[in-house]
């Protein structure tokens, strides 16, 4: 088997383990945020695969999602886009200059800090619209309820997909030489 076909296989594999994690790890925090851990798997995709990668699992995890559990339909999947990419995409292209442990670190510490002020914008203008909020009421929560949120949401998901680095790199590393 070729080098893209394995790639193309284990996108697929790391699609479906992202959607599982959405589906079956949703935890209500507040309002109708809830955090799912999909951006650790989409995370390491991007990591083991290049920030292409983490683009093509965040789109069809998101896809899925809107036809499937989400209650927010088109605006949901480009806000789940959005998030998802803002944190695993420029992840994976810090950690593409240095392919160490420190520069997973730094990575996903980058994504982190990129994800939050992009959410906040995001929320503010996508945020009125499905919430049915005036604009105004939406700008009162950003602070006390969307930077907290998403605070948490990305150093959560910075933190689990770097202490799981380590042993699936191990792991895909073993794999590749079969």
Known sequence: MNRQ?????AAGMLCTLA???????????VLFLKYDPKDIVIALGGLLLGPPASFFIALSVSLAEM???SETGVLGLIMNVVSSCSFACTAALVYRRRR???GAAA????GWLCMV??????????APIYMGYPREAVVELLIPVFLPFNLIKGGLNAAVTLLLYKPVLTAWH?????
């Open 117 to 126: 002020p992009v959410m906040l914008l995001w929320n503010y203008f996508i």
């Open 19 to 29: 959607y599982a994690a959405a589906a079956v790890g949703r935890v209500p925090l």
């Open 107 to 110: 990575g996903l510490l980058c």
């Open 100 to 102: 160490t442990f420190s």
């Open 67 to 69: 036809f499937t559990i």
């Open 174 to 178: 073993a794999a590749r030489q079969e």
């Open 5 to 9: 076909t394995k790639n193309l296989s």
